[in-house]
């Protein structure tokens, strides 16, 4: 190798390391409020919420740095934000370890999914565009959660809120800036001592995370509940946009892989309570935005051992959001939901399958229990029906 090739790759490493780190940063910040609002939800403890935040960071991030160093590609492997939205109110309803056997039967599925390539099946009977309204229904509460932070606090809402829309304006004009979500944290972070806010004396007494082995419990109400919108929301709304966003960057990636890769770390990960596991989207598109072709991996290797780092003190990390006033949290996770939520909408109601969409998301909007099956299973099945009977009849 000669030495001006040398020298190109020793001045690219500030590259990848700025793209790892924005990576990291966007996802350890609005995505990580989602889980500590679904914690909460589940009414989980300090070291249950520790134990998911160590599986969903640290674990995924080990296994991202051996696929992505194997493949010689961007392969960052994280969480299911939908999955987080979704498991929420099962936890309440059924508890932790049941949450835990409906991870394994995921994982499990999952697996068999991609050894037997039968994902082509369930493409072909649940169109996009349920899955899009599904989603779509499930972020609105969150996201009109903003209002009543903003109402109840203000002075942090307002600065996170314009913060974020300043900067999304420039960023859909070309002008280069900081991800928007991280500039909603920066805002509000310097509004909170203006508010009144001050941390609590002492601060946290333990910062390492807290990897707790829950034994499963597999109940068929909360199975048939969680079970089909989680398998729906990993393959056709995560994976599907990870694998979209790493063949646009010139890769060659197998669909089969990433299937299985999610099955087996949603099986590693669910014992610790983390929620399935996925090929991150927003993540890695960031990771490929910059760089030469066929070293983005190594931005993928960075921003891995910085989410091990995290995970590893998970525990701090959760304490420091969860001590945050609660309408920072809201409106965070909010902001972080609003642009899936717009893509939802768009992808939903734009389709030639508009009633479908309207169905599905009227039934999970409900927010009902039927035979113990909570209402995204039953939007679903609603929104598949019209558009099989009605729509492409």
Not at 102 to 125: E, Q, S
Not at 193 to 200: E, I, K, L, N, R
Request: aromatic letters at 10%.
């Amino acid at each position: 190798m000669s030495s001006t090739s040398i020298a190109i790759r020793q001045r690219e490493w500030p590259i990848y390391v700025v793209l790892a780190f924005v990576s990291m940063s966007f996802s350890a910040t609005g995505p990580v409020a989602i889980i500590i609002a679904a914690a909460r939800q589940g009414g989980l403890s300090m070291q249950q919420t520790s134990s998911w935040l160590f599986a969903a960071l640290a674990i995924n991030g080990l296994a991202s740095i051996v696929i992505s160093w194997k493949t010689k590609q961007p392969l960052l492997f994280l969480w299911t934000i939908p999955g987080a939205v979704l498991v929420a109110p099962v936890i309440a309803q059924y508890g932790f370890a049941t949450a835990v056997g409906t991870y394994l039967v995921c994982a499990v599925t999952l697996i068999l999914l991609g050894i037997t390539n039968a994902v082509a099946v369930l493409d072909r009977w649940v169109p996009m565009p349920v899955v899009m309204a599904m989603i779509a229904a499930l972020f609105l509460r969150y996201v009109l959660a903003i209002v009543d932070a903003t109402a109840s606090a203000p002075l942090v809402s307002v600065a996170m809120l314009g913060a974020f829309f300043v900067l999304t304006w420039m960023e859909r004009r070309g002008k280069r800036a900081i991800p928007p979500i991280i500039g909603a944290v920066v805002a509000g972070a310097v509004m909170l001592p203006v508010s009144g806010f001050h941390w609590p004396h002492g601060g946290s007494n333990a910062w390492i995370a807290t990897p707790m082995l829950t034994s499963p419990v597999f109940n068929l109400h909360a199975i048939s509940q969680l079970l089909i919108p989680l398998l729906v929301t990993v393959l056709f709304v995560q994976n599907a946009q990870g694998i979209a966003v790493i063949r646009n960057a010139g890769y060659a990636t197998s669909s089969k892989l990433v299937t299985l890769c999610s099955g087996v770390l949603t099986a590693l990960t669910g014992v610790f309570g983390g929620c399935p596991s996925v090929l991150a989207g927003p993540s890695n598109a960031i990771l490929v935005s910059g760089g030469a072709y066929g070293r983005h991996y190594v931005a993928a290797l960075i921003a891995s051992a910085m989410f091990i780092a995290i995970g590893c003190c998970a525990t701090g990390y959760v304490w420091l959001l969860t001590t945050l006033p609660a309408a920072f949290v809201v409106v965070l996770a909010g902001l972080a939901m609003l642009g899936v939520l717009e893509k939802a909408f768009a992808s939903a109601f734009s389709s030639p399958y508009p009633m479908s969409a309207l169905v599905v998301f009227v039934v999970t909007s409900a927010n009902f229990s039927l035979l113990g099956i909570g209402s995204p299973f039953w939007g679903v099945v609603a929104g598949c029906a019209v558009c099989h009977i009605i729509e492409r009849g």
